[in-house]
């Protein structure tokens, strides 16, 4: 669960997020790199006095400021690909849960067990415990089995809905006569 002032991810709960967090990482090391070489060639630049010739006209300079950034962008680029394409592949579930986004509330449905519905509302914060989670809390919950391949099917019955599990690395879109598959 996120925290007040937290600034990093939550507790990896799948290894999708696992994934998820090292390319986070990967990323940000990589930008964090360029920023700092940038920002010294900046400062040396505004704070040099000396002009050169062969800085100001250089086509090798030039070649090299177009061929280092395609290389970083590719560096990035490929871990991006492999982690799009282990976000969208669903391996043979063993559960399916149909999700249903409502103006107030979610509707659940377990198909493969003899039409299980129900609906999941919020918890109002009047009437929360001291040990309720405040406005994340449902009446409902859902319980899914774990160390499976679970599908959820999401849409939506009136307006956008937002279906989220931050721990699992799932987001989805509910829309209005759309299936969304995660």
């Known amino acids: 669960m996120s925290t007040l002032a937290a600034l990093n991810f939550q507790n990896a709960a799948s290894p999708l997020m696992e994934h998820l967090i090292f390319f986070h990482d990967h990323s940000m090391t990589i930008l964090i790199l360029i920023i700092t070489i940038v920002g010294y060639n900046l400062i040396s630049t505004c704070t040099n006095n000396n002009i050169d010739q062969y800085m100001l006209e250089s086509q090798p300079l030039e070649l090299f400021w177009t061929i280092v950034p395609s290389f970083i962008l590719i560096f990035i680029g490929l871990p991006s690909i492999r982690l799009l394409y282990l976000l969208d592949e669903v391996y043979q579930p063993s559960i399916t849960i149909k999700t249903i986004g409502h103006q107030w509330y979610w509707s659940y449905e377990y198909s493969d067990f003899l039409n299980l519905e129900f609906d999941s509302y919020m918890i ?15 009446d409902n919950r859902t319980v899914i089995p774990f160390n499976t391949q679970i599908r959820t099917l999401i849409s939506a019955a009136d307006v956008l809905h937002s279906w989220t599990v931050p721990a699992l690395g799932v987001k989805a879109d509910a829309v209005p006569g759309r299936l969304n598959q995660v």
């Open 124 to 138: 109002p914060a009047s009437d929360g415990e001291n040990e309720s989670f405040r406005l994340l809390d449902v």
